[in-house]
């Protein structure tokens, strides 16, 4: 759901509902969200989507 442990982090819904949304467009922008907020704390991995 993002990088939830970090305050003010943007919070996404569960996989599931995003995959109800059947728009790959916004699972990329997701991703880049995710990535550029992980980066930011310094982390150099998170927990990929669940498949």
Same mark, same amino acid.
């Not at 922008?29 to 995710?34: K, L």
């Not at 980066?39 to 310094?42: E, P, S, Y």
């Given at each position: 759901h993002g990088h939830s442990n970090v305050?003010?982090?943007v919070i996404f819904p569960h996989n599931i509902?995003? &995959?109800a949304a059947n728009d790959p467009n916004l699972m990329e922008?997701?991703?880049?969200?995710?990535a550029l907020e992980v980066?930011?704390? &310094?982390v150099d991995w998170t927990f990929g989507p669940c498949l």
């Open positions: 305050r003010d982090a509902g995003l &995959g922008r997701i991703g880049t969200v995710t980066a930011a704390t &310094g």
